[in-house]
Nanobody, 127 residues
Framework: QLRLVESGGGFVQPGGSLRLSCAAS????????VGWFRQAPGKEREGVSC????????NYADSVKGRFTISRDNAKNTFYLEMNNLQPEDTAVYYC????????????????????WGQGTQVTVSS
């Protein structure tokens, strides 16, 4: 059964960078399109980015385009979110997730499409 564990959150000043990692527990990790979501205090969880299982195609929320980069290393059963030029509005709990169905592309950042979730990692951006 697929399980996901995030790491890499922390505190950073505006303009700084962090890299989040999400380790998968199964050798079938490469079957899944995966993504990142975040939830800020008092707000609903929102999609940040996702990457396909097959062609490594990616989607990004408009708010992070040009600043965040998603990638995956199937040999390590791990995917990443590189976050640059972080701003206070990026402060949130970040969750990694995998699509419910295998061998499907990530065509949107709809939370309903994702069926496996990590526990979340806090990212705080403040001066």
């Amino acid at each position: 059964q697929l399980r996901l564990v995030e790491s890499g959150g922390g505190f950073v000043q505006p303009g700084g960078s962090l890299r989040l990692s999400c380790a998968a527990s199964t050798y079938t990790f490469d079957y899944y399109s995966v993504g990142w979501f975040r939830q800020a205090p008092g707000k609903e969880r929102e999609g940040v980015s996702c990457i396909n299982s097959s062609d490594n195609g990616t989607n990004y929320a408009d708010s992070v385009k040009g600043r965040f980069t998603i990638s995956r290393d199937n040999a390590k059963n791990t995917f990443y979110l590189e976050m640059n030029n972080l701003q206070p509005e990026d402060t949130a709990v970040y969750y990694c997730a995998a699509l419910r169905r295998t061998f499907r592309p990530c065509v949107s950042l709809s939370e309903a499409d994702f069926g496996v979730w990590g526990q979340g990692t806090q990212v705080t951006v403040s001066s």
